[in-house]
């Protein structure tokens, strides 16, 4: 069983950046693909960026475009998503997942874990 904390949301104007943390706990994720999702106030869940337990391969939604990095070290069992360029339409509740693929970690329908997720938001 492993347990996966958030932090780092909060309220931040547009343009601004924010780091978000997920740590891991309960077991080691280092052989575990890991990505970030998000929910928007009134929308359903939505894919943001995915990462390889080895970190050699990463993903992400168009929707960033070039503005938000996965990154992960497995020796502190710790995940973060760093986003820059925020703007009003990222306010949402971003939450981390692992599951025992990278494919199933791509499709919240078939994550195994995931957190409370953060909130974040982005005011103009």
């Known amino acids: 069983q492993v347990q996966l904390v958030e932090s780092g949301g909060g309220l931040v104007q547009a343009g601004g950046s924010l780091r978000l943390s997920c740590a891991a706990s309960?077991?080691?994720?280092?052989?575990?693909?890991m990505a970030w999702f998000r929910q928007a106030p009134g929308k359903e869940d939505e894919f943001v960026a995915a990462i390889t337990s080895s970190a050699d391969v990463t993903r992400y939604a168009d929707f960033v475009k070039g503005r938000f990095t996965i990154s992960r070290d497995n020796a502190k069992n710790t995940m973060w998503l760093q986003m820059n360029s925020l703007q009003p339409e990222d306010t949402a509740d971003y939450y981390c997942?692992?599951?025992?693929?990278?494919?199933?970690?791509?499709?919240?329908?078939?994550?195994?874990?995931w957190g409370q997720g953060t909130l974040v938001t982005v005011s103009l």
């Open positions: 309960g077991r080691t994720i280092s052989t575990y693909p």
């Open positions: 997942a692992v599951s025992r693929t990278y494919g199933r970690v791509l499709d919240r329908r078939t994550l195994d874990a």
